[in-house]
């Protein structure tokens, strides 16, 4: 079950004309975590204001930043260990600056948006911790999922464009992030199994 994520080879292929100029110009992959992490810093802002319609193309930047880096490192042949240390380090920075615009957005409607954006904001991490321990014991690094990134993306705007449904959205964040780890874990588990 890949959720959005099955959307990545066609998103890939969309943003072609960029790896193919970074390639040319022999730009660094990091410069794409960068400016994911910019513009995932800049819809946090957004959100924070609720303005959800500035967020939607800032978040779609923040998802091509993530998507180029690791497109222009294997089309330029520079893939490397700390390459992936950045990669994960600029998603999770990414997450956490979105998260942090809308919890700021939640806490001008209620004390109960606030909260349930704060919890939400904590168990989006689970997948990302499931899919990193299961990769240091050796299985592969399993992405997507019923609540990926791009999910988590798409919820924001629509609980910044809809305050009153914020608590519904990030009771789906909730549920949608423990199902997710849950997957991956059965994944990495069924592979590390002797």
């Known amino acids: 079950m890949q959720g959005l994520y099955a959307l990545k080879p066609w998103y890939t292929r969309r943003l072609g004309r960029a790896v193919a100029a970074a390639e040319r110009r022999g730009l660094s992959p990091d410069v794409f975590t960068l400016a994911g992490v910019l513009a995932a810093a800049a819809a946090g802002g957004a959100l924070a204001l609720g303005w959800w319609w500035a967020a939607l193309p800032l978040l779609a930047l923040r998802l091509a930043g993530a998507n180029l880096d690791g ?10 260990p700390w390459g992936f240390v950045l990669n994960e380090l600029g998603d999770r920075a990414g997450d956490l600056l979105m998260w942090a615009g809308l919890a700021w957005w939640a806490a001008q409607h209620s004390t109960a948006a606030l909260v349930a954006v704060l919890v939400a904001t904590v168990a989006a991490t689970l997948p990302t911790f499931a899919s990193l321990s299961a990769a240091g014991a050796g299985a592969t690094r399993v992405n997507g999922g019923p609540l990926g990134k791009t999910e988590r993306c798409a919820l924001a705007v629509l609980g910044c464009a809809v305050p009153s449904w914020l608590v519904g959205i990030s009771v789906v964040v909730v549920v949608g992030s ?11 588990r069924g592979e590390l199994r002797p």
Do not use: F, W, Y
């Not at 497109?71 to 490397?80: D, E, I, K, Q």
């Not at 423990?178 to 990495?188: C, P, S, V």
């Open 71 to 80: 497109a222009v490192a294997r089309a330029r042949g520079v893939s490397r």
């Open 178 to 188: 423990l199902a997710t780890a849950a997957l991956r874990l059965r994944t990495a």
